[in-house]
């Protein structure tokens, strides 16, 4: 199994700080029921993707299989995340982690958000990396990603990983397509 090297500055780490975790956390019981809600509310228009989750659930939880580095890519970008080894397309890369929250509760300036969905549909809810997260986090924006965020569903919650859409060779830097609304929303809180 990899290893993520965690290549911080001092001054990084101040700015961005990195609290590893195993599995997403709910902020309350609660937001787990409320969520679990909604996801039946949405499931019957649209297949959840059982083959995936047997297929990656079983990297849930662990180490991420390939090396992974964050390291600094400079003061625009901030972290990024780079190969440390080839992966083959299709290979599970790692989760998203974070606490799982009601949208309602993130502030406006917090980048460090992902939409928890079923197919197209939004719940509401949303997995906050701000302050607890894991390597997946500083993974970088590209408008064509060796990335790919694939929402899978382990007992009726969703989570959400990385997979590779194509080769990636040791030294890539690992980047997914954050979404036209990412760039909108965060365009809003400029003005």
């Known amino acids: 199994m990899g290893k993520s090297l965690h290549v911080y500055s001092k001054e990084a780490l101040k700015k961005e700080p990195f609290l590893p975790l195993d599995r997403p956390y709910p902020r309350s019981l609660k937001v787990i029921l409320n969520l679990k809600k909604q996801v039946r509310k949405f499931s019957g228009k649209w297949d959840l993707e059982d083959h995936l989750a047997t297929k990656y659930e079983k990297f849930?939880?662990?180490?991420?299989?390939?090396s992974l580095e964050i390291r600094w890519v400079n003061s625009t970008i901030g972290n990024g995340v780079?190969?440390?080894?080839?992966?083959?397309?299709?290979?599970?890369?790692?989760?998203?982690?974070?606490?799982?929250?009601?949208?309602?509760?993130?502030?406006?300036?917090n980048r460090y958000i992902f939409n928890l969905t079923v197919g197209?549909?939004?719940?509401?809810?949303?997995?906050d990396a701000r302050y607890s997260g894991n390597v997946a986090r500083t993974i970088n924006h590209a408008d064509d990603p060796n990335v790919e965020a694939v929402t899978i569903f382990v007992e009726g919650l969703p989570r959400v990983i990385y997979i590779a859409r194509k080769n990636i060779k040791n030294g890539d830097e690992l980047c997914v397509n954050y979404g036209e609304e990412y760039w909108e929303n965060w365009k809003e809180q400029k003005r």
Request: aromatic letters at 10%.
């Open 60 to 66: 849930l939880g662990k180490i991420p299989p390939h």
């Open 82 to 109: 780079f190969a440390k080894e080839p992966i083959k397309k299709g290979a599970f890369v790692c989760e998203y982690i974070g606490l799982i929250t009601h949208e309602k509760e993130i502030h406006p300036d």
């Open 120 to 127: 197209d549909d939004e719940t509401g809810y949303v997995l």
